[in-house]
């Protein structure tokens, strides 16, 4: 298959161009150039939204697009190591999170179908007021209009299919910026998305850079609605910049937490971390992160994660053995590596862990890390797991409140009132009970709350943000 190959186009009005000018796509793991990105300007930016323009209306019938997007879920699962293996190449991602990447795609595109074809308004009764008597009322949802999509590195398939399959199934035509150092897989959806028959114009692909293409897509006058997953820096600028008009949807990113109470199964909780704290380098918006740790289980923790840890294998991304592979770039394992030597310097005891060889962090543990570094006041995006012990609920209740705006908080207890205590005193996006906060089921409603986000994502939940409610009143004749 040629969806690696050596100049990548840009998708306007239809039509695959090609660029003059273009950036490598390098692989993080061997350094090898996997490609080169064509860059589209600005120009190209105002020729794909007029493009999606003509677009609106014209995406075909709710079970037209629908059946669409099952044949690219179905081009998906044919396609399947040929998609894994562009991911562990250009996002260093190891082969089994790669494959499982590929299969969430599935997921998501299949929930989308669904989505178009179960979309619907409701009734209002209109008579439950004196004023409405005689009247029908009932709502129907329409397309929002062009939707811009920007993604990220780090899910370079599952979260582009988290854009393209909710907007088709409401109807709106998308223009999609992807992640420059991560455009292949992102090309390769929209190849299958065309094979699977989408409707002319309805995607238009401007591969380039945050400042020049993104920056300039998200600030259009044109677009109806911006949907950015991303940093929260960067997805709070591009707000910032939208055109009063425009939607702006957030999906960004938080240092997540893992509270370990009394009582709560390590036989549970130990895997988990290992698991959620170190796939994929640690590069998810939910990776394990923070983990408060009742003080009376704080050392068994630490020490039962000491040897799980170690025995996590770093290598080749291609290797179906590897736990671990690079970071996306070498200045970013540099930030880890620093952010890890501050929380050390301040008092943190590295337990496991620590090292930096280019690109590549070891899997780090760091115990007893002092609150006001950076390796626990912010996203590390990193495989670092830093650990902080509590005595009783309410100090971690209130360590959680008081701290940065969060997506989702995982809590592992026998007790349910424990839990309720967490459900009811937490701000976030989601509470996992027993659960990591790196789970995600791709159609549950997913996302942050003030500075990791605005939306909530999954097909469902993102169809009715990407439709509006349009209010029906029919009065009928009178009678005799």
């Not at 589209?40 to 697009?65: C, H, K, M, N, P």
């Not at 929209?190 to 020049?212: D, F, I, K, S, Y």
């Not at 991303?230 to 938080?254: I, Q, Y």
């Not at 115990?367 to 012990?389: M, N, Q, S, Y």
Request: negative net charge; glycine residues 10%.
């Amino acid at each position: 298959m040629a969806d690696i190959c050596d100049r990548t186009r840009l998708l306007l009005d239809g039509r695959w161009e090609e660029r003059d000018e273009h950036l490598a796509v390098v692989a993080p793991w061997s350094g090898e150039v996997l490609g080169r990105m064509a860059l589209g300007t600005r120009a190209d930016v105002d020729r794909a939204v007029a493009a999606a323009r003509t677009a609106i209306g014209r995406l075909g019938t709710a079970a037209e697009r629908a059946a669409v997007l099952d044949r690219c879920a179905d081009l998906l699962v044919r396609d399947r190591e040929h998609l894994a293996r562009i991911i562990a190449l250009e996002a260093a991602k190891p082969w089994a999170a790669a494959t499982l990447e590929v299969d969430r795609a599935v997921q998501t595109l299949r929930f989308s179908a669904a989505e178009a074809r179960t979309l619907t308004g409701g009734s209002v009764p209109m008579d439950a007021h004196p004023a409405g008597a005689g009247l029908l009322g009932f709502t129907v949802r329409d397309p929002a209009g062009v939707v811009a999509a920007i993604t990220p590195f780090n899910f370079p398939l599952n979260l582009v299919a988290h854009k393209l399959g909710p907007a088709l199934a409401a109807g709106c035509p998308v223009v999609l910026k992807p992640a420059e150092k991560t455009p292949l897989s992102a090309l390769a959806l929209v190849e299958r998305l065309l094979e699977a028959g989408a409707a002319r114009n309805a995607v238009q692909v401007v591969t380039g850079t945050g400042a020049e293409v993104g920056s300039h897509l998200a600030g259009h006058p044109d677009v109806d609605v911006v949907t950015f997953t991303g940093s929260a820096a960067v997805g709070h600028a591009l707000k910032a910049a939208a055109a009063p008009r425009t939607e702006v949807l957030l999906e960004l990113g938080s240092p997540a937490a893992l509270v370990v109470e009394a009582g709560a199964d390590l036989d549970e909780v130990v895997p988990r971390i290992a698991a959620h704290g170190f796939g994929h380098a640690g590069q998810s918006c939910v990776s394990v992160q923070r983990v408060l740790v009742h003080a009376s289980l704080a050392e068994e923790l630490a020490d039962r994660l000491v040897p799980r840890i170690a025995s996590l294998v770093v290598g080749d991304p291609l290797d179906a053995a590897t736990d671990v592979a690079c970071l996306i770039e070498p200045s970013a394992a540099e930030r880890v590596a620093a952010w890890i030597d501050e929380a050390v310097a301040g008092g943190g005891d590295l337990r496991a862990g620590g090292e930096r060889d280019g690109a590549v962090v070891a899997p780090t543990l760091v115990v007893d890390v002092p609150r006001d570094v950076r390796l626990w006041t912010d996203e590390v995006f990193g495989p670092v797991v830093a650990l902080r012990r509590f005595t009783d609920t309410a100090e971690a209740v209130a360590e959680l409140a008081g701290g940065p705006d969060l997506i989702q908080v995982g809590v592992f207890t026998p007790a349910l009132d424990t839990a309720l205590r967490y459900v009811r005193g937490l701000r976030v996006g989601t509470v996992l009970v027993n659960e990591s906060p790196t789970f995600r089921a791709d159609h549950m409603p997913y996302g942050g709350v003030g500075t990791a986000g605005n939306t909530r994502e999954g097909p469902a939940a993102t169809v009715r943000a990407l439709t509006r409610e349009k209010l029906v009143l029919l009065r009928g004749g009178t009678d005799g």
